[in-house]
């Protein structure tokens, strides 16, 4: 429960309110990259999946993995 509701929480938008009064929300790369791995999560937890729909779940999160191990290799 407790990684259900953390991952609600990073790959949601960030948040402020304006000094005019305007509601902000921003996507960072951060809560885009967390929203990404939220849905691959949720796709890997589905009972219902057939094989390749399952493989294709795993190799997407593969690559998902992989971007970011490459970004990070780079700094």
Known sequence: MLSVLW???TSAPKKWTTKSG???ELDTPYTVRAR???DV???INMK???QD???DALLTL???VKVSILKCLAF
């Open 7 to 9: 991952s609600v929480q």
């Open 22 to 24: 305007r509601d902000m």
């Open 36 to 38: 990404q791995l939220r």
């Open 41 to 43: 999560y949720n796709c």
């Open 48 to 50: 219902h999946l057939t």
């Open 53 to 55: 729909e399952r493989l």
């Open 62 to 64: 593969k690559h998902t």
